[in-house]
C-alpha cells in the first residue's frame, strides 16, 4: 500500500505524534494483510459517510478503510554525504509516497532545539537541503551519462537533457522539483529519476497547547504557511502533545474533549485526511446486511480495477458495478428507494469509480 513517512529533526515532537498514531490504531484484526513492523502505524481513515451508511444500512459490522504512516527517524544533517546512517534515512525516504515533515513551532523552554532556538523555517531548509542534495547527485550523475548522447543529437537524450537541465537549475537555486511542472511525456523520464523532492510534501506544524484553538494566532505557523505556498507543498496543525492524550480516548471522550479544546477535528484526523487526497486517494463503499466497509482507490481507477481492490477474482470475472452516488443514496434514505428512483447505475469496465460510490460488483466465477 502507499505511506506517508514522517520526517524531522530531533526533539520536534515525531516521536510524540508517532505514539498518538501507534495509539489511535487501527485494530488489526480487521486487517490482517497488513503486517506491522514497528516503525508502521496503521490509522483508520475518518469519514463521516462511514457512520451515515452504516445507520443507513444497519449492517453488523462497520471497516474503515486503513493509512498507513512510516516513522522515518535518524540523523539529518550531512545525510546526503552519504555518512553512515544518512544513506539509510535517505534510502527510507525513497520508499515513501509522501513526506510528512514535522517542524517545531512550540516554545517550550525545557526541551532543547537542536539549533539553539525555535526557528521552523530555518529546521525546513536544513532537512530540505539534504534532499535537494541528494536529488541534485541524482541529476548530475544522469547528465553524466545523457549528456554525450545529446551531442550526438539523439532524440530522446536530447529530450531528457533539456528535463535535467531544469531540475539542476532549480535544486542550485534551493528549489524542490515538485515546484516545477512538466507535461505528462515530460513527467515519465522525471519519474524514472526517482527524485525526492518530487514527492509531495506535508508540513506538520507542531504548537503548544495554548495555541490549539487558534493555531494561527503563532507567527511560526504563519511563516510556514507562507513558506509552503512557494514550495508547493500543504500544512497542517497540530499538538502532538494532545494527540497523545486524544488518541487515548474513546470516541465519546474524544468528542467532548475537542469541543473543550474548541476544534472540530482532532490534529491527528486532519493529518490522516490530509495525506490521503495528498496521495490522490479516494474512498468508494460497499454496503450490505453483513458489512459496511470503505476502500481506498486512487483517483482515476476504473471500477474492475477498483473490484479487484476486494478480491482479485472481482476484477477477473467483472461484469459490472451496480453505483449509486453517496449523496444519492442518503437523499434517497435506502438502497431500495434509490434504486425505484433510477439512481442505481449499471457501470462497466471503463466507469472511472468516484469519491464516495457505493457499488455492488457482479462477476463471474
Ligand atoms: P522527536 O525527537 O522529534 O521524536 O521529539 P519527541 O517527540 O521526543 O519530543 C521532544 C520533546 O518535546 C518531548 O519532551 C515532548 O514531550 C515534547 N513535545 C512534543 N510535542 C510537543 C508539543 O506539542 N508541546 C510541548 N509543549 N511539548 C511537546
Known amino acids: 500500500g502507499l505511506t506517508a513517512g514522517i520526517v524531522g529533526l530531533p526533539n520536534v515532537g515525531k516521536s510524540t505524534l508517532f505514539n498518538a498514531i501507534t495509539k489511535a490504531g487501527a485494530e488489526s484484526a480487521n ?27 444497519k449492517p453488523k459490522r462497520t471497516v474503515p478503510t486503513v493509512f498507513e504512516f512510516t516513522d522515518i527517524a535518524g540523523i539529518v544533517k550531512g545525510a546526503s554525504k552519504g555518512e553512515g546512517l544518512g544513506n539509510k534515512f ?16 512550540f516554545a517550550d523552554e525545557n526541551i532543547t532545539h537542536v ?21 541534485l547527485e541524482t541529476v548530475d550523475k544522469r547528465i553524466d551519462r545523457v549528456g554525450k548522447m545529446a551531442k550526438q543529437k539523439d532524440k530522446d537524450a536530447m529530450f531528457e537533457y533539456e528535463i535535467l537541465a531544469r531540475l539542476k537549475e532549480t535544486f542550485e537555486a534551493g528549489k524542490a522539483a515538485r515546484t ?4 505528462e511525456e515530460e513527467m515519465k523520464v522525471v519519474k524514472q529519476l526517482h527524485l525526492l523532492t518530487i514527492k509531495p510534501m506535508l508540513y506538520v506544524a507542531n504548537v503548544g497547547e495554548e495555541d490549539v484553538a487558534n493555531p494561527d494566532d503563532n507567527p511560526f505557523v504563519q511563516q510556514v504557511r507562507e513558506f509552503a505556498r512557494n ?12 494527540e497523545e492524550e486524544i488518541a487515548q480516548l474513546d470516541d465519546e471522550e474524544k ?6 479544546l474548541g476544534i472540530e477535528q482532532s490534529g491527528l484526523d486532519q493529518l490522516i485526511r490530509a495525506a490521503y487526497s495528498l496521495l490522490g486517494l479516494a474512498t468508494f463503499f460497499t454496503a450490505g446486511e453483513q458489512e459496511v466497509r470503505a476502500w481506498t482507490f486512487r483517483k482515476g481507477m476504473k471500477a474492475p480495477q477498483c473490484a479487484g481492490i476486494i478480491h482479485s477474482d472481482f476484477e477477473r ?19 431500495a428507494a434509490a434504486r425505484e428512483a433510477g439512481k442505481v447505475r449499471l457501470e462497466g469496465k471503463d466507469y472511472e469509480v468516484q469519491d464516495g460510490d ?8
Do not use: W
Not at 516545477?180 to 507535461?183: A, D, P, V
Not at 457505493?358 to 466465477?365: A, C, G, H, L, T
Open 90 to 105: 535517505l534510502s527510507h525516504i525513497r520508499q515513501v509516497d509522501a513526506i510528512c515533515q514535522v517542524v517545531r513551532c
Open 180 to 183: 516545477l511542472s512538466f507535461t
Open 231 to 242: 514550495d508547493h507543498a500543504e500544512v497542517i496543525v497540530v499538538c502532538a502533545k494532545v
Open 358 to 365: 457505493i457499488i455492488y460488483f457482479r462477476f463471474n466465477v
Open 31 to 57: 486487517y490482517p494483510f497488513c503486517t506491522i513492523e514497528p516503525n508502521v502505524g496503521i490509522v483508520e481513515v475518518p469519514d463521516e459517510r462511514l457512520k451515515t451508511l452504516t445507520g443507513l444500512v
Open 255 to 260: 468528542e467532548l474533549f475537542l469541543q473543550e
Open 317 to 335: 470475472g467483472f461484469i459490472r458495478a451496480e453505483t449509486v452516488s453517496y449523496d444519492d443514496l442518503v437523499a434517497a434514505g435506502s438502497m
Open 115 to 135: 539549533a539553539g532556538k525555535v526557528d521552523p523555517l530555518a529546521d525546513i531548509e536544513t532537512i530540505n537541503l539534504e534532499l535537494i542534495l541528494a536529488d
